[in-house]
């Protein structure tokens, strides 16, 4: 995650949002999509 919201941060101009779209289920990383969407928030208020 961290790694992505690194990459979103190179790629995104600061007056566009970007957004979490998986194209796989994570399972094998998070217990659900709630805790993968916390995971993604923490890091994008890190600033990565």
């Given at each position: 995650?961290?790694?992505a919201v690194a990459k979103a941060y190179q790629f995104t101009?600061?007056?566009y949002g970007c957004v979490l779209?998986?194209?796989a289920?994570?399972?094998n990383a998070?217990?659900?999509f709630e805790e993968r969407g916390k995971d993604y928030k923490n890091w994008v208020e890190?600033?990565?």
């Amino acid at each position: 995650m961290k790694e992505a919201v690194a990459k979103a941060y190179q790629f995104t101009d600061q007056e566009y949002g970007c957004v979490l779209s998986p194209a796989a289920a994570s399972y094998n990383a998070y217990k659900n999509f709630e805790e993968r969407g916390k995971d993604y928030k923490n890091w994008v208020e890190k600033g990565s």
